[in-house]
């Protein structure tokens, strides 16, 4: 798949610096290698949220291995860590749960980056996003938690999608801090917060150990798509251009085994879920609790869905997280 043309000056700078900080960053764990079987190795960077499942359940039901791949799972300690691994062409790719917010900054950094073989559409139905509170604080809706302390994941995009959702749900001009999303819980706990903006499984395990309830799910389709049931497609996977580039063939057998992962999510969610452990914070029989986000192929998307995403990522632009406008459509993978 040919390149798209040089980035600007501008933004070369920005990839030069993006680079500068990748190279401190260190890859936290790698609960699974998959036997070699291709020349290529395929590093696949992932966040563990809940919405990574497919990923995790093909790595795991040797989906991979079966089209005689070789993928290495990566875990970092947030979705940025992810994109900037692929800026230095340290990650091949990401799997679902990487934040688009995130991703989208480094396609601006480098055109042409990567391109989209699945999102992870999310909603009031489909649980991915939550705001949490102790389990016996007063609070009983978001506008409530105007002036007080709210934490969030890492990221640009966490951070600006938990100050939008404020905003519109009638707690403007409150600070928003990030914490890594294994520290919300113990947060609350400790009270040193008093609200976290937070992913699956975070929710199913504090309501499960009694330190947290939830005090609105679905959040991002609600107050940013300005409809509950609208498909947040605030997570991507991915492969980057250049991977897809030099090993065509390898690029479209790997999406055909992720599919795969998907179809086992879609039609086996119990079997699935077990993959959770060893990836996310669940373990054991609490796999079975966590709400499911739901799956799109980059060929499944229809022009209301690729509108959706559009307005996700044009509240970054508006925000001025991006500084221009990022067409959609254009990152999804084509075959």
Request: hydrophobic share 45%; aromatic share 8%.
């Amino acid at each position: 798949m040919p390149f798209d043309d040089a980035p600007s000056t501008a933004a070369a700078r920005r990839r030069q610096l993006l680079r500068q900080g990748v190279a401190t960053l260190g890859v936290l764990a790698v609960p699974a290698i998959v036997r070699a079987r291709s020349a290529a190795r395929i590093r696949i960077g992932y966040w563990p949220v809940a919405a990574g499942l497919p990923f995790y359940a093909a790595v795991e039901k040797g989906y991979f291995n079966e089209a005689g791949l070789d993928v290495a799972p990566l875990k970092f300690a947030s979705a940025q860590q992810v994109m900037e691994a692929m800026l230095a062409g340290r990650c091949d790719g990401s799997a679902n749960g990487t934040g688009s917010g995130n991703l989208g900054v480094g396609a601006l950094a480098s055109p042409g980056l990567f391109k989209i073989i699945a999102t992870n559409p999310s909603n009031a139905r489909h649980v991915l996003d939550e705001f949490l509170v102790p389990k016996d604080s007063p609070v009983k809706t978001i506008a409530e938690l105007k002036g007080k302390r709210i934490a969030c994941g890492p990221g640009i995009q966490n951070k600006t999608l938990a100050g939008a959702v404020l905003e519109r749900a009638g707690a403007g001009g409150t600070r928003v801090i990030e914490l890594p999303i294994g520290q919300h819980l113990a947060a609350l706990a400790a009270g040193q917060v008093d609200a976290v903006y937070t992913l699956e499984p975070t929710g199913t395990v504090g309501r499960l150990n009694g330190s947290a309830r939830i005090l609105e799910a679905g959040v991002i389709a609600k107050y940013i798509l300005g409809d509950a049931q609208a498909p947040w497609h605030g997570g991507a996977a991915t492969l980057t251009t250049e991977f897809i580039g030099k090993h065509p063939a390898e690029a479209r057998k790997y999406i055909a085994a992720y599919a795969r992962g998907i179809a086992l999510v879609r039609t086996r969610p119990d079997e699935a879920r077990q993959h959770l452990t060893g990836y996310t914070a669940i373990e054991g029989p609490l796999t079975a609790a966590v709400p499911l986000a739901s799956y799109m192929l980059y060929d499944e998307f229809r022009p209301a869905d690729i509108a959706a995403f559009q307005k996700f990522f044009d509240l970054f632009t508006d925000k001025g997280v991006f500084d221009k406008r990022l067409d959609v459509s254009a990152l999804l993978f084509k075959d």
